[in-house]
């Protein structure tokens, strides 16, 4: 239900700048944070103090493997991305190889075979320092912090939403609605009425119910309809409504204040 | 506790203290934060400062607010302080409330809108066998805001309604038309099912 | 909205004209409640006053902030204006609230979203065209952090999605507007620079 946090983070400035590890574990850690094939190139290149419009490409090629080597050795799944750059590369370190055409020479800059490599390259760093001024600027907006809610908010306390939201949601109406109709009824477990009497005395006592943790104590999926129907009926018919404290966030029950100042 | 305390014999205390302009800035921003009225206990404990000092910080704050007349006061109310409007605001502050946009949809009703833009024209009883709920105050809203539209009766017993999205309903979402409406194919590159 | 507007003939309008100082103080009223940035324009609309108008006030209110320079400001953010905390005081903010710098996007998703901002609209195969990998997991992540939103699909061949930021980027980031980002081309002298 809860969005996955993303587990890991990392520095600009330090994480990326070199791979040296203590432990194979960390070394995993550091190695499986290039974001793709370029920026691995662009890390190689730098730690050859390689001109990049001048690629030595033999040299680069060759650590390149290593490090896919290195990898694959260390259990880290390589993606596919990083496999095609290789055989890029590969392809370019043998056009290099090839005898140059003495008659050519006028030409030699628009053939080599590096050019398109080179360009890519040029084209992603734009892009990886422009990630790298939003990390700054996410870290500068970190140290600021709107307003508490206050009591207009509660009324407003309702999901804004967009095209994904409306998918998402038709998709999970649909997969819920599959659910209910090969749903056999084995018995009587909890009867819709009982539950909305449970689920309204819960409310009542505390104020507000987190409904996360109101569906973790059933146990079957015909109480967790039972339950699903029970608290759309209360939401409708009492005085509770649903409210979500974040966007993605858990969804809260909360009995409305009879009186407003 | 106690370090913080200078006493008359000059003892220092274990940290720089603030000068008074700077707590008055933390405690305006803790006031600001907090979801509730923060009480002087509260804040000196976070501050790590004296409550009376706390509370003369405070007392200051609240008056500069007086002085200034602008559209905010700082209030004691259920045991804490709280920035909130001046009543002289209220009318103004009503009138925003009621235009908040109406792109806020509780959760039945975006069940319901979703459930018409893919389903549409579709009629209450559809939408019902669909959802496994009325969606009767969910349709009004939806209607209200303009996001839906009847679409004439379906030529079956009792004529039933039909409901389909409106032309707001694409402004709205951004779309050209509806079949610029995704389809769960179109996320199928990101990450397969988002169910 | 013609009969708010006073003509040279001099047609007084409808209403009371308010001072500047009620103005000012109802416009840092609506800011403070408003539960995300409001515009010039809103602001305009439920006061029922000229846009010119609004701005000096709330440019006004702004360098009265600052001039004050409590614990709170006023920025302009996401076509808005937001009273929200000082980044000086946001230790002891953090103290109360209990919270920690939250968890910051992968690389993965950072790279694609700056590629997003900077070629929007934009399909998934465009993205791994410049980033040289797959990016679908990062997509989903920016999607259901609400950072991007989808933005109809592409007339061409198989009809991809494409993407686009969305208001809440703005906000996550402190722009102004997407005009706020630097450049792309900035970034080409850091590209060139190595090596």
């Known amino acids: 239900m809860q969005s996955e946090l993303e587990q890991y983070t990392f520095d600009f400035h330090s994480e990326t700048a070199e791979i040296v590890a203590e432990s194979h574990d960390e070394l995993k850690i550091k190695l499986g944070e290039f974001a793709g094939p370029l920026d691995l190139l662009l890390y190689l290149i730098r730690q050859e103090q390689a001109n990049i419009f001048d690629i030595p490409i033999a040299t680069i090629t ?200 | 506790m106690a370090e913080t305390q200078t006493d008359a014999a000059g003892t220092a205390p274990a940290k720089e203290p603030r000068d008074v302009a700077e707590l008055s800035r933390a405690v305006e921003a803790l006031i600001f934060v907090a979801d509730e009225p923060i009480s002087t206990k509260l804040l000196a404990e976070v501050l790590e400062e004296d409550r009376e000092l706390i509370v003369s910080v405070v007392e200051e704050l609240v008056a500069s607010y007086e002085d200034r007349s602008g559209g905010l006061q700082i209030r004691e109310i259920a045991g804490g302080w709280q920035i909130s409007t001046r009543t002289e605001c209220h009318e103004d502050v009503r009138r925003l409330l009621k235009t908040r946009p109406s792109a806020k949809l509780s959760l039945a009703s975006l069940e319901t809108l979703a459930v018409i833009a893919y389903k549409q024209p579709v009629t209450v009883p559809e939408i019902l066998e669909i959802r496994g709920v009325q969606s009767a105050s969910a349709i009004k809203t939806l209607l209200e805001k303009r996001l839906i539209i009847t679409k004439g009766h379906k030529e079956t017993v009792g004529r039933p309604m039909q409901y389909g999205t409106s032309k707001e309903f694409l402004i709205h979402f951004g779309l050209k038309d509806l079949a610029d409406l995704p389809s769960i194919e179109d996320f199928e590159d990101i990450a397969g099912s988002i169910g």
């Open chain 1, 62 to 261: 060759d650590e390149y493997l290593k490090y896919i080597r290195l990898m694959k050795r260390l259990d880290i799944s390589v993606a596919a991305d990083f496999l095609v750059m290789a055989a890029t590369l590969i392809e370019i370190k043998s056009k290099m190889l090839l005898p140059r055409d003495p008659l050519a020479v006028e030409e030699e800059e628009m053939d080599d075979p590096r050019r398109e490599l080179v360009d890519r390259l040029l084209e992603y760093e734009k892009f990886k320092a422009a990630a790298e001024m939003l990390y700054e600027k996410t870290t500068i907006e970190q140290a600021v912090f709107p307003r508490g809610k206050i009591e207009s908010d509660d009324n407003n306390a309702e999901v804004s939403a967009t095209v994904f939201d409306l998918l998402t949601v038709f998709e999970k109406i649909l997969a819920r609605h599959k659910e209910e109709v090969t749903m056999e009824i084995h018995r009587e477990e909890i009867s819709l009425a009982d539950m909305i009497r449970s689920l309204r005395d819960r409310i009542f006592a505390a104020g507000e119910l987190n409904i996360v943790d109101f569906f973790a104590e059933l146990h079957t999926r015909r109480e967790l309809v039972t339950a699903f129907v029970a608290v759309l009926e209360i939401v409708r018919t009492e005085s509770v409504k649903l409210m979500q404290r974040k966007t993605f966030g858990d969804i809260i029950l909360k009995k409305v204040q009879e009186q407003s100042g």
